[in-house]
């Protein structure tokens, strides 16, 4: 067959534009796979989703990977990590602190980067001595800066049974949640020269160990050993979160697996509001941005900026 100029030229188009459309595709899939991979819902199991960063011998974990204890005794403490790294999401986990006399130890529960100019976002439960609550201390750290603590007494005996500990952390928010109650919200005002964690990826952290140096009154009541061990106890978490890739583009846009950054979720909602005034009225007993002498009169600028 003898093939005219024309006939010629019509098939190298057809191929390209084959080749064009295939290249279009190709990339769109792999754009589709990666946000979609970027998303993860834990399994549950803390053996699948977590591994023990110290003193594995203080570490119990249930035959289903469902449930783990943590043990603090005169010899050492104990902590475990998420396999993954996040950026953006939400984190809940349901925890029940150690019983009795507790003052001196710390439960800590927390989002790090782990970077000498660090981002954080913490859960601390300051133990107390018998008969005295225990004190929810909440902190913030922003591109490596802290002093940005609040505390609350909590509503319930938290040793008694498990409660439902939340981050939800997005690029509006972060918000602290007990039992699905905001109990602080610090808002991005990056815009108005605020640090805000949202740059550097973190990991899920959680830990038992020896503050008596600081936690209860200020160091005065130290740990009664002979009161141990002591045992923090974690059931059901749920990690639904962006894993980071290294490509920051696919945690902070919005699509359906990145719903915490969904409208909806850039404040609080007007019920939610009602039960964070609740909290701060009720509940709050420091509040760095009420804290004029701490800062010699002049607060961080968020304080003076709306929370919602």
């Known amino acids: 067959m003898i093939m005219r100029g024309g006939d010629y030229k019509a098939i190298i188009m057809y191929e390209c534009s084959v080749k064009t459309i295939m290249i279009f595709f190709g990339v769109f899939i792999s754009n589709f796979l990666q946000l979609s991979y970027a998303s993860l819902i834990s399994t549950g199991d803390y053996n699948k989703d977590f591994f023990i960063t110290w003193s594995p011998s203080h570490v119990n974990t249930s035959l289903d990977g ?81 002093d940005r603590e609040e505390r609350i007494k909590l509503w319930f005996d938290p040793t008694k049974d498990f409660h439902t500990y939340s981050i939800l952390w997005n690029i509006y928010q972060i918000v602290f949640m007990v039992d699905w109650v905001p109990i602080r919200v610090y808002r991005n005002h990056g815009d108005k020269g605020v640090g805000y964690p949202r740059w550097q990826p973190m990991s899920l952290k959680v830990s038992l160990w020896n503050g008596e140096s600081w936690a209860t009154r200020g160091g005065k009541d130290k740990i009664d050993w002979s009161k141990g061990p002591f045992v ?6 749920k990690l639904d979160a962006c894993i980071w890739r290294g490509n920051a583009r696919f945690c902070r846009g919005e699509s359906s697996s990145n719903w915490w950054h969904l409208p909806k979720y850039n404040t609080l909602s007007p019920f939610q509001r009602r039960l964070f005034k609740w909290v701060r009225k009720y509940h709050l007993i420091y509040d760095y941005c009420q804290d004029n002498l701490r800062f010699h009169n002049q607060l961080p600028k968020e304080c003076s900026l709306p929370k919602y």
């Open 232 to 237: 923090a106890s974690f059931g059901d978490y």
């Open 66 to 146: 469902r449930a783990r204890n943590l043990k603090l005794d005169n010899d050492s403490g104990a902590g475990f990590a998420s396999n993954e790294m996040f950026l953006f999401g939400q984190m809940d986990m349901k925890i029940k602190l150690v019983p009795g006399n507790s003052a001196g130890t710390v439960v800590a529960y927390y989002l790090t980067s782990d970077q000498p100019n660090r981002d954080e976002i913490d859960f601390e439960f300051l133990g107390n001595v018998e008969g005295q609550p225990i004190i929810l201390q909440t902190n913030i750290f922003a591109d490596g800066f802290d």
